[in-house]
C-alpha cells in the first residue's frame, strides 16, 4: 500500500509517500480503506520531535474510509466508517472498535475524516470539562479553527450565548456559525472586551490563555487544551482551569455527525489535496492561520 512514512523527526520534508507492507488488525479492531484524512497539530507536533510512535512511522490519526477487515462485532465489511485510526495518512489503517462510528450517507468522506479529532476535543471541552449549559455564556478562543469553528456551533447549538476572537478576516465567518458577538484579538484585548462569561474555552495557547482569566466570571471555568492553565491567576478570581486532553467516544462521534447530517453543525473545509501534497498541507497547519480543517484525499 501507499503510505506517507517518516524515518526521523524534523521539517516536513521527513514526510515521505512509500510503498509499504498494510497494518494487520488486532482484535477488537477493524482495517479501513481510507478515503480521507485530515492533518491535526499533533502530527507535525509528532513529526518535530514530540512523543509519538516508534521510527519508521505512519502519521495521522482521523481517517474515513471503508472497512476491509473486521475483527470485532458491530462491524462489517464494506461498512463506511469514519474515527480516530492508527497511521491514517495512508491506503489502509487500523482502529479499535471503541473508536470509530458509522458515517452517514449525507457525509462525505472528506467531512467525516475532519471531525473526530477536532469535534470530539471541542464536544468534550465545552460539555464533559467545562459543563456549559443553556443560557450560560460561552468564550471560544480561536474560533474560526480545526477546534474552534466546531465550538461555536456546538455551544450555539446547545442554546448558550456564543462570544468568538479571532482576527478581522474571519469575524464575518465565525457570526456565521452561530456567534453572538465576535472580538478581534488584533484590535482589543479579549479580557478587557469580554466580562462574565461562564466558561472561556481556549484553542490557542500561548499568551492567549492567561489573557482569558479576566474574561471569565467568579464560579466559571477556563478549559484550554493548548497550555498549561494559569491556576494561580485563576484562583485569585474565583475561576477554575483545566487541561483538557481529548478522549475518543465512539458514541460522540456519532452524536455529532448527526447533527452535521440534519445541517444544525457544518464542517468547514479549508482544502482537500492529494495525499502526495502532505508536506504543504503540514506547512499550512504549522501556520496557524487555517480556518477549519485541511483534509487529505486518500482512495476514490
Known amino acids: 500500500m501507499r503510505a506517507v512514512v517518516m524515518h526521523e523527526t524534523g521539517g516536513p520534508d521527513v514526510l515521505q509517500l512509500e510503498d509499504v507492507d498494510p497494518p494487520e488488525p488486532g482484535e477488537g479492531e477493524v482495517l479501513i480503506r481510507v478515503h480521507a484524512a485530515s492533518v491535526n497539530p499533533i502530527d507535525w507536533k509528532m513529526r518535530r520531535g514530540g512523543p509519538g510512535r516508534p521510527l519508521p512511522a505512519v502519521l495521522g490519526i482521523d481517517a474515513s474510509g471503508t472497512v476491509e477487515v473486521s475483527r470485532t462485532e458491530g462491524f462489517g465489511e464494506g461498512d463506511e466508517v ?11 489503517a487500523t482502529a479499535p472498535a471503541g473508536q470509530i462510528a458509522r458515517k452517514p450517507a449525507e457525509l462525505s ?33 480561536g474560533a474560526a479553527g480545526g ?11 446547545a442554546g448558550a450565548r456564543v462570544i468568538g476572537t479571532g482576527s478581522s478576516r ?27 462569561a461562564d466558561l472561556a474555552f481556549d484553542t490557542v495557547g500561548g499568551d492567549t490563555t ?5 474574561a471569565v466570571g467568579e464560579g466559571g471555568m477556563l478549559v484550554t487544551i493548548a497550555n498549561a492553565p494559569p ?34 453543525v457544518r464542517v468547514e473545509i479549508a482544502e482537500a489535496m492529494p ?3 502532505v508536506k504543504r498541507a503540514h506547512e499550512l497547519s504549522e501556520s496557524g492561520h487555517v480556518r477549519g480543517k485541511l483534509v487529505l484525499t486518500v482512495t476514490t
Do not use: C
Open 231 to 264: 491556576e494561580e491567576a485563576a484562583r485569585g478570581r474565583g475561576v477554575r482551569t483545566e487541561l483538557h486532553v481529548m478522549s475518543p467516544k465512539s458514541e460522540q462521534l456519532a452524536r455529532i455527525a448527526e447533527l452535521v447530517a440534519i445541517g444544525d
Open 82 to 92: 469514519f474515527g480516530r485510526a492508527s497511521g491514517a495518512y495512508a491506503e489502509l
Open 109 to 141: 468522506h472528506e467531512q467525516a475524516a475532519a471531525i473526530p479529532v477536532a469535534g470530539m476535543t471541542a464536544w468534550q471541552g465545552l460539555f464533559d470539562h467545562g459543563g456549559l449549559e443553556r443560557g450560560q455564556t460561552a468564550l471560544i478562543a
Open 210 to 214: 492567561a489573557s482569558l482569566v479576566s
Open 275 to 277: 495525499l502526495a501534497d
Open 170 to 196: 474571519n469575524r464575518d465567518f465565525v457570526l456565521g456559525l452561530g456567534a453572538d458577538e465576535y472580538v478581534d484579538y488584533t484590535q482589543q484585548e479579549v479580557g478587557e472586551a469580554v466580562g462574565g
Open 147 to 157: 477546534v474552534g469553528h466546531f465550538a461555536v456551533q456546538f455551544a450555539h447549538v
